[in-house]
């Protein structure tokens, strides 16, 4: 019985190594197809999606080919502009879009990176977390971007364990100097997720 036992804990901690595998696998395939996305959002809602993402990107991005635009679907729409999740032909075509959102400056459209739910939440803790720190000062501007945030050229992002790291060194001791007795912000990743779960 002991020998049959120890042969069914084998059998399921090979299952749950292979279930691992299986995980990593999907989420990297997952990242592969979403890098190729990106979302348009506040696109007026006169023509088809297609149309429209091609009309962004002719006449404010000034794209001279717009081949790479695969497809585009609209996921939702608001108050007569849409949101539509836009395939390029390659992660090429994605950072050559991204490199040229400066021009939308002024129009009411913005483009982000199709991200996996991970990095989708991550964006949005450093969101919460961008609120939270100007609303006790505003002496530097905050910019985030993907699943980073940028105060002063010091880029900030949560490593895997969630913890706040800008470079090699911690980032709440970054924030610290950068804003002095001005900072009172508590920077756990939970707290700050739940305080966003609490709002919705």
Do not use: P
């Not at 635009?69 to 075509?93: C, H, P, W, Y």
């Amino acid at each position: 019985l002991k020998t049959q036992n120890e042969f069914l804990m084998n059998e399921i901690e090979l299952l749950k190594i292979e279930k691992d595998k299986d995980v990593k696998r999907l989420a990297i395939l997952e990242a592969q197809i979403k890098g190729k996305n990106l979302i348009f959002k506040g696109l007026y809602a006169q023509q088809s999606a297609k149309d429209e993402v091609k009309k962004t990107c002719m006449e404010i991005l000034k794209m001279e080919d717009i081949s790479s635009i695969k497809s585009a679907k609209k996921l939702f729409e608001r108050d007569g502009k849409m949101t539509v999740l836009v395939e390029f032909q390659s992660e090429d075509n994605v950072v050559d879009v991204l490199s040229k959102t400066n021009k939308l400056k002024g129009s009411t459209i913005y483009i982000e990176r199709d991200l996996v739910i991970e990095k989708q939440q991550n964006k949005v803790v450093f969101l919460q977390l961008k609120r939270d720190i100007l609303a006790g000062s505003r002496k530097h501007s905050i910019v985030v971007r993907d699943e980073r945030m940028k105060i002063e050229e010091k880029w900030f992002k949560f490593d895997k364990d969630k913890k706040l790291l800008c470079g090699k060194r911690d980032g709440e001791t970054i924030l610290k100097e950068l804003y002095g007795n001005e900072f009172n912000v508590n920077v756990n990743y939970n707290l700050l997720l739940n305080k966003l779960n609490l709002k919705n």
